[in-house]
């Protein structure tokens, strides 16, 4: 690394000023400033809805500017002790500076990923259904592992979850889920995330222990804002109560608090059971209604629901494959991107093949 090391310090700094431009730092500035001024406002929390969705801004913008700054600064750091290392003929030093370098390339590269995601809906926070398809008890399964593996994604970076469907199978898994990421960019990030995942196991449930192979659908829709002007008037609706029902245990409610929603014209159905009263599993029913109309709409509006989804979003189109036996690897059929660690990626430890899927799918929008 020594003799590269002025290269690649040369390679970084050129990334980290794109990225500075992309970001446009000193718009960052004034934006993280306008929004502390807000938020010191006595009245702030008379909205409480506005007074979350503004402080939660301002947190991300302060993160995205104190990430770069400190990047910038680390990234000038470096090159100074370095430039100091060789002319003492210090080897600790050197070794610090080349280390370093390698942790900063990592970071740098991750920044870069995000400055990717210029979608039109890529910065709205993301909803995210996951349904089990073909392989019967081994899907339903299957689709409770990923339910599993996108919520210790969203812990591991400190990302609010709010789960709000969950449609239990009779013997193991789920049927679906739908739950928001409640974190800027969520949609743009885990939108690549979308498609046919599919599984190839030893089945648990098979008392001869024979291979399965089983599927489950991801489907991830940027929630609602009030600009969109999604609006549903109440005689599209058919609203029904009733009972959450669940795998048992104090969390079940008694009463008919969860909330079917069916819209007419399209005969979309939406649930919620997860709140504790029918009024808040109201609220959350018509927000996820709200994210499939405006899907519904992009796709008649551009004739494709390609265009607001992306590639690979086809229920029909397998976009990963999980095997478990006779080898272990996880594949994306689309970058090709693998990795042998299977148990870490059912784990939630799946940002590398988020930055392959946003990378690639950069490189097919510039390709068309």
């Known amino acids: 690394m020594a003799s590269d090391f002025p290269v690649v310090l040369d390679e970084l700094n050129n990334t980290l000023t794109s990225i500075e431009a992309v970001l446009d730092v000193e718009k960052l500035r004034r934006q993280v400033a306008e929004l502390e001024e807000q938020a010191a406002a006595p009245d702030l929390w008379d909205d409480v809805e506005r007074a979350q969705e503004l402080t939660s801004r301002l947190s991300y913008l302060q993160g995205d500017l104190r ?15 370095h430039e100091m290392a060789v002319e003492e003929g210090d080897t600790g030093s050197l070794a610090e500076a080349e280390r370093e370098l390698v942790a900063l390339r990592k970071e740098i590269d991750e920044l870069e990923v995000r400055t990717l995601l210029s979608g039109e809906y890529d910065s709205r926070e993301a909803l995210v259904t996951i349904r089990s398809e073909a392989g ?20 591991r970076h400190k990302y609010p979850i709010e789960v709000y469907d969950t449609s239990y199978a009779e013997e193991a898994g789920i049927k679906s889920a739908t739950f928001a990421v409640k974190q800027p960019y ?28 089983s599927f489950a659908g991801v489907e991830v829709l940027p929630v609602v804002e009030q600009t969109d002007h999604v609006d549903i008037p109440e005689n599209e609706i058919r609203i029904d109560v009733f009972r959450s029902s669940g795998p048992g245990g104090q969390s079940v409610n008694t009463t008919d608090s969860a909330v079917r929603i069916t819209h007419l014209p399209t005969g979309i159905v939406v649930s919620c059971q997860n709140e504790k009263s029918q009024i808040q599993n109201r609220a959350a029913a018509m927000r996820v209604l709200q994210a499939r109309l405006l899907a519904v709409r992009q796709q008649e509006q551009r004739a494709a629901m390609d265009a607001l989804k992306g590639e690979g979003s086809s229920w029909g189109n397998q976009m990963r494959s999980y095997v478990l036996h006779p080898y272990q690897m996880v594949k994306d059929l689309r970058t090709e991107y693998e990795t042998g660690n299977t148990t870490a990626v059912l784990d939630g430890d799946i940002d590398s093949f988020i930055e392959a899927g946003i990378r690639w799918r950069r490189t097919q929008e510039s390709a068309a």
């Not at 899907?139 to 599993?148: T, V």
């Not at 743009?188 to 001869?208: A, C, K, M, W, Y």
């Open 186 to 213: 969520a949609y743009g990030t885990l939108s690549v995330e979308q498609g046919t995942h599919r599984l190839v196991r030893i089945s648990p449930f098979d008392n001869q222990g024979r291979r399965q192979t």
């Open 136 to 155: 019967g008890v081994d899907a339903a399964d299957f689709a409770e592992m990923l339910m599993r593996m996108y919520v210790r994604w969203a812990e």
């Open 67 to 81: 990430r770069v700054e400190e990047l910038r600064r680390r990234l000038d750091d470096a090159g100074l002790l």
